[in-house]
């Protein structure tokens, strides 16, 4: 195979929501793959490397260089990286995929597939919570699998969710100027917030609804209280990349307002049926904490679909 150097231009007309979805899914009939990261720091400057190994799939290393300064100071990105694609069988380099493309793509692939299994397939009301870049491919991504759904944005800064709104002329989208009254009236809840502090209530979720969970990524970082985990039958994308990992995990199983047993599934369970609704009265919180094995599926679908 010919060595590639994928663009996000050259990539995106070339992917699938529905594939993406489905390409998480088949990876994970394969064996569980081997994760690691490394972390480096000078100041407030930070190296983040995601390595992945899957037998029969092949090896990825995402490396991520954030330096918060960089706008300020030389006008440019605060975050940069690349993702390199190894070949499986002889360990040759295949690709290199820009490092926004893959994390796109691995982000709402992940919160899709885990709604295609949790959500009701009749959900019509979608909550989009935040107003960035992970909430616009949550938008793309959830209006490919829930084709009639309607959208609801909330964002703690009204005027972004207004403009935010104006981006998706052929969808019915709608702007929430009061959180709680969207959250009771929303069959899916996803959120994409950076926040610390928790503000999403359990007492406002409602029998029925899927709550999918992906901003808080650090021990310190929380979207939903203890309630919203307590009233919830509770999933992950990956036990070995949230539960030890996570605020969103880690907070409520600390403070007992859940055991480490009520993690009921991650997505290696897809295969055997455990990753799933069980009817449709019941919560389901689904907490997307990617991982690089799911960037090294993603890397590997990006690789397969361009021509």
Sequence with gaps: MTFRNITAEEAEPHLNWLDMAAALEAGHELPKGEVQNIVMK?????????????????????????????????????????????????????????????????????????????????????????????????????????????????????DKAEAMATEYPDLDVTVASDLESAVRAADIVTSATMTNQPFLKGAWLQSGQHIDLIGAYLPDMREADDDALRHARIFVDSFETTVDHIGEILGPIASGAIARTDILADFYDLKSGGFARQSNDEITLHKNGGGAHLDLMTSAYILEACP
Aim: glycine share 10%; hydrophobic share 45%.
């Design 42 to 158: 000078q100041g407030d400057n930070v190296m983040l490397s995601r390595h992945a190994w899957i037998d029969g799939m092949g090896a990825a290393v995402k490396t991520g260089m954030i330096f918060p300064g960089n706008m300020a100071r030389f006008s440019r990105p605060n975050l940069n990286g690349i993702v390199t694609l190894f070949n499986n069988d002889h360990g040759c380099l295949e690709a290199t995929i820009d490092f926004g493309l893959v994390t796109k793509w691995k982000t709402a692939g992940d919160s899709l597939l885990a709604a295609q299994k949790l959500a009701r397939p009749d959900s019509r009301t979608i909550l989009v919570i935040g107003a960035g870049v992970v909430a616009r491919s949550l938008i793309e991504a959830y209006s490919a699998g829930f084709p009639n759904a309607s959208f609801t944005l909330w964002n703690r800064t009204l």
